[in-house]
């Protein structure tokens, strides 16, 4: 937990020095916490993601600072990819987006989750992965992370601590970055 801490102080940090824009997010997407970085290469792969999955990701993008001109904007671009036009209108993203903003409906400005909510209440984007799959996204999301390490402990059905404890130079990284 105490990475986990070091993890949310530091991108809390960043995004209180830094403002996410579009033209920016692919990059900064390496820098994400890994369950958010998991969630934006899905994004980008399928141009889609499950209601939760857009709703926590959402959210995320706006503490990180996005405004919700641009985060309408990315949401549209990756749903025109496989949707009309008139299908987007329909479902009503917009409304949705400026919804969590605090701008539509209840007006209550929400906050991004934390990540024991999303464990909680959610489903942990790693839940699902097995030994291969978290190998896999190590490898590409932080080179030279302790695969072994993490593998074991999510053979015992603990992803999200082993992913966190995998991550030990993750901190380094960002400073190294920043």
Known sequence: HVHTRACNFLWLFCCVLFSLNLSDVDTMARLF???????????????HLK???????????KG???????????WESEFRQVMSEAT?????????????YGLEGSRIDRAPYKCAKIISDFTCPFASFDALGLRAF????????????????AARGRQVTSLHRSVKGFVVLWLLYL
Do not use: W
């Open 88 to 100: 987007i209108r329909t479902k009503r993203y917009r409304y949705s987006i400026r919804h969590l």
């Open 51 to 61: 209601h939760e999955g857009r709703l926590v990701y959402t959210l995320f993008l």
């Open 138 to 153: 190590l490898k590409n999301y932080l080179p030279g992370s302790d695969a072994p390490e993490a593998q074991k402990l």
């Open 64 to 74: 990180a600072g996005m405004g919700v001109q641009d985060q309408i904007k990315f």
């Open 33 to 47: 916490p890994p369950c958010m970085a998991l969630y934006h290469a899905n994004l980008r792969k399928n141009h």
